[in-house]
Antibody
Framework: QVQLVESGGGLVKPGGSLRLSCAAS????????MSWIRQAPGKGLEWVSY????????YYADSVKGRFTISRDNAKNSLYLQMNSLRAEDTAVYYC????????????WGQGTLVTVSS | EIVLTQSPATLSLSPGERATLSCRAS??????LAWYQQKPGQAPRLLIY???NRATGIPARFSGSGSGTDFTLTISSLEPEDFAVYYC??????????FGPGTKVDIK
């Protein structure tokens, strides 16, 4: 069955960096567009970034553009999110998710990894 | 940016009752609207995509309708496991994806 397992979250100081990973299994990872979506504590969902199956097309939310970098390694069935210049408002649970169709919606989600930005 | 508005913010109902949740877009999203269910401490789960298509494994009591700017998620008869927060989501262009603020369905 499809499994997405995020890792790499933790406590980081403002201005610091963190790299999240998402290990995929149970499906042909290289066939699917992937996204990162986050949820601040007690808040709603916010899309962060999207990457095409080959990695050639990438989009970011304005709130993270220039600070976050999404990438993937299809040989390792893994998705990544490099987060630099972190701010308190980046504190959230970060989910990786598979896209459905031409990436109009999100089909499978991981359980998430918590990123806390605090001094 | 397309803004999604969900109403009501909270819906208090009893098991067996019908739930009707609304999602309105600030401009047309055609039929590119999805619905998700989220329970405390869990990841969201896809319920409906393309406004009216049930995702794999979703019970028939969940149905979606609408197009353009007005959409509805209906739960025909609430089961105890349906009490949760529901989000709508759209992607109609490359400005990105947006989610609504959510509707909490709680037990009356």
């Amino acid at each position: 069955q499809v499994q997405l397992v995020e890792s790499g979250g933790g406590l980081v100081k403002p201005g610091g960096s963190l790299r999240l990973s998402c290990a995929a299994s149970g499906f042909t990872f290289s066939d699917y567009y992937m996204s990162w979506i986050r949820q601040a504590p007690g808040k709603g969902l916010e899309w962060v970034s999207y990457i095409s199956s080959s990695g050639s097309t990438i989009y970011y939310a304005d709130s993270v553009k220039g600070r976050f970098t999404i990438s993937r390694d299809n040989a390792k069935n893994s998705l990544y999110l490099q987060m630099n210049s972190l701010r308190a408002e980046d504190t959230a649970v970060y989910y990786c998710a598979t896209c459905g169709g031409d990436c109009y919606f999100f089909v499978y989600w991981g359980q998430g990894t918590l990123v806390t930005v605090s001094s | 940016e397309i803004v999604l508005t969900q109403s009501p913010a909270t819906l208090s109902l009893s098991p067996g009752e019908r739930a009707t949740l609304s999602c309105r877009a600030s401009q047309s999203v055609s039929s590119y609207l999805a619905w998700y269910q989220q329970k405390p401490g869990q990841a969201p789960r896809l319920l409906i995509y393309d406004a009216s298509n049930r995702a794999t494994g979703i019970p028939a009591r969940f149905s979606g309708s609408g197009s353009g700017t007005d959409f509805t998620l209906t739960i025909s008869s609430l089961e105890p496991e349906d009490f949760a927060v529901y989000y709508c989501q759209q992607r109609s262009n490359w400005w990105g994806f947006t989610f609504g603020p959510g509707t909490k369905v709680d037990i009356k």
